[in-house]
Structures are given as C-alpha cells and as structure tokens.
C-alpha cells in the first residue's frame, strides 16, 4: 500500500484474507481507523464493489503484479493507494 510518501508493507497474506483484515493491518500501521480508510486502485474479478467482506483472492491481477519467489511459488502483489487521515489529526 501506498499512503502518502509511505509505502505500507502487507507481507504473507493469504488469498482467504478479507479487505476488513487488511484496513486493521494499515491501521495498526497508520492510525487511520478502518472506516477511515479508503483504498485506491483495487478490482475484483466480477466488477464487484470492493467491501469489507472482499477476499484477497477475488481481486483482479495487474499487469506485473505476479511474481515467484525463489521457493518456487507464485505470489500476487496488489498496489493501491490507501486516502485517510490519522485519528491524532481529526
């Protein structure tokens, strides 16, 4: 994730993971509380709206996001841009 001139990093996620888990993982990260965050420049697969209930595994693969690890696995790497003010700003 992206968050100003941060980069947020989300390692060793699991395609069963919800959008909901990732907002309180860059929470923790931010400060910016989950219904705070927006995030930016994620797709699923069916045109869905992108909710809290969202797995991982339903997000629609970019061009270049697809990489294998020297294991031998394939991973996905989203990008997005996370809007949100931190709640010490509010």
């Not at 069916?46 to 690890?69: F, G, P, Q």
Request: proline residues 4%; hydrophobic residues 35%.
């Amino acid at each position: 994730a992206k968050w100003g001139k941060e980069k947020i990093p989300l390692n060793d996620l699991t395609p069963d993971t919800t959008i909901a888990q990732v907002k309180d993982l860059i929470s923790e990260q931010t400060n910016v509380l989950p219904k705070r965050q927006k995030l930016i420049g994620l797709t699923t697969t069916t045109k869905r709206k992108i909710a809290d209930s969202v797995l991982l595994s339903e997000l629609k693969a970019k061009n270049n996001c697809t990489y294998t690890t020297s294991e031998g696995v394939t991973e996905i790497r989203h990008t997005f841009i996370l809007m949100g003010t931190p709640e010490a700003r509010i």
